[in-house]
C-alpha cells in the first residue's frame, strides 16, 4: 500500500514539474515577444536616423566585447552549476559555482551601466531622439532581466543552504539556467546586429 501511495506521489510530482515547465516556456516565449517588439522599433529608428548616427565614434567596442564575454561564461558556469546539482556533487562546488555565475552576471550590469553613463556624458541620452530612445529601452530592459536574474540567483542560495539537494529546489534551478541562457541567446543577438553590424 506504502509502495502505492509513494509511486503516485511521484506521478503527481512529476506531471506538477512538466505543468511547471511547460508554464515556464510560455512565459520565455512571452520574453521573445517583447524583446521582438522592441528590436523592430529599433531598427526601424536605426534606419531612420541612420546619417545622425556614428558608430565607431560612440560605443567602445572593447567594453561591449567583454561585457559579451562575461555574458557567455556566466552562462558556461551555470551549465557546469546544473551538471553537478543533478549528480548531488559537493554543495560547497555548487554554492562556489552559483556565486561565480552571479558575480559574472553583476561585472556585466556594472560594464552597462559604466557604457550608459559615458553615452550620458556624451550627450547622448534617451531624449535626443527616437533612435536612442529605442536604442536605451531595448538594452534597458535585456539589463532589468539580467538584474532579476541575479536577484533569483541570491534567494536560490538562500535557498539551497537550508533544503540543499531537494527535488523543488532542483526544479527551480532548472527554470533559473532556461532563463539565464535565454538572456544569453538575446544578448548575443543584439551584440551582432546592434554593434557589430552598426560599426560595419
Known amino acids: 500500500m506504502n509502495l502505492i501511495y509513494c509511486k503516485k506521489n511521484n506521478l503527481e510530482h512529476e506531471e506538477n514539474f512538466s505543468n511547471r515547465i511547460i508554464g515556464f516556456w510560455f512565459y520565455l516565449l512571452s520574453d521573445f515577444i517583447i524583446f ?9 529608428m536605426r534606419f531612420n536616423f541612420n546619417n545622425l548616427v556614428d558608430f565607431n565614434k560612440i560605443f567602445n567596442p572593447y567594453i561591449v566585447f567583454f561585457e559579451t564575454i562575461l555574458l557567455l561564461f556566466s552562462s558556461f558556469s551555470y551549465g557546469i552549476f546544473l551538471v553537478f546539482l543533478k549528480k548531488f556533487s ?20 556594472f560594464l552597462e551601466f559604466y557604457e ?49 539537494f531537494s527535488k523543488i529546489n532542483i526544479n527551480r534551478f532548472i527554470c533559473l539556467g532556461l532563463f539565464w541562457h535565454l538572456l ?3 544578448w548575443i543577438f543584439l551584440y551582432n546586429f546592434i554593434y557589430l553590424i552598426g560599426v560595419i
Open 36 to 44: 521582438g517588439v522592441l528590436f523592430t522599433v529599433y531598427v526601424i
Open 90 to 109: 559537493s554543495k560547497i562546488h555548487c554554492v562556489l559555482l552559483l556565486c561565480i555565475t552571479f558575480f559574472l552576471g553583476i561585472s556585466f550590469i
Open 116 to 164: 550608459f553613463y559615458n553615452l550620458y556624458f556624451l550627450g547622448f541620452s534617451p531624449f535626443i531622439n527616437g533612435f536612442f530612445s529605442a536604442f536605451f529601452t531595448l538594452l534597458g530592459v535585456h539589463g532589468l532581466h539580467v538584474i532579476c536574474g541575479l536577484i533569483w540567483i541570491l534567494v536560490m542560495l538562500f535557498h539551497f543552504y537550508h533544503n540543499g
Open 184 to 186: 544569453d541567446i538575446v
